[in-house]
């Protein structure tokens, strides 16, 4: 059974940091994209930032470029989300997903195996 668990969330001040993880287990992701979404309450889940299958290619929100951090580790099945600087419009549920292809993406609808989440409170 495939699974994706989070890790790493919680509440920090204004201007502070925080590092997720997502671990995977059931398969090996060694191959897939892998991607971090967020769903703020009463929002929609939206695109945060995703990587590709080595780890080459990256892509973000613009509203995080610059701040946050996608990588992985393959030999570990993990993906992280380094988030410095980070703002009270981050508070969010934040979701590990992957894809069952190589390439990023951005499209929720694409991702094919989800995380159950994890909170990030920001405080002002």
């Known amino acids: 059974q495939v699974q994706l668990v989070e890790s790493g969330g919680g509440s920090v001040q204004a201007g502070g940091s925080l590092r997720l993880s997502c671990a995977a287990s059931?398969?090996?992701?060694?191959?897939?994209?892998m991607g971090w979404f967020r769903q703020a309450p009463g929002k929609e889940r939206d695109f945060v930032a995703a990587?590709?299958?080595?780890?080459?290619?990256?892509y973000y929100a613009d509203s995080v470029k610059g701040r946050f951090t996608i990588s992985r580790d393959n030999a570990k099945n993990t993906v992280y989300l380094q988030m410095n600087s980070l703002k009270p419009e981050d508070t969010a549920v934040y979701y590990c997903?992957?894809?069952?292809?190589?390439?990023?993406?951005?499209?929720?609808?694409?991702?094919?195996?989800w995380g159950q989440g994890t909170p990030v409170t920001v405080s002002s």
């Open positions: 997903a992957a894809r069952d292809y190589s390439g990023t993406n951005a499209f929720r609808r694409d991702y094919d195996y």
């Open positions: 990587i590709n299958w080595s780890g080459g290619s990256t």
């Open positions: 059931g398969r090996t992701f060694s191959r897939n994209a």
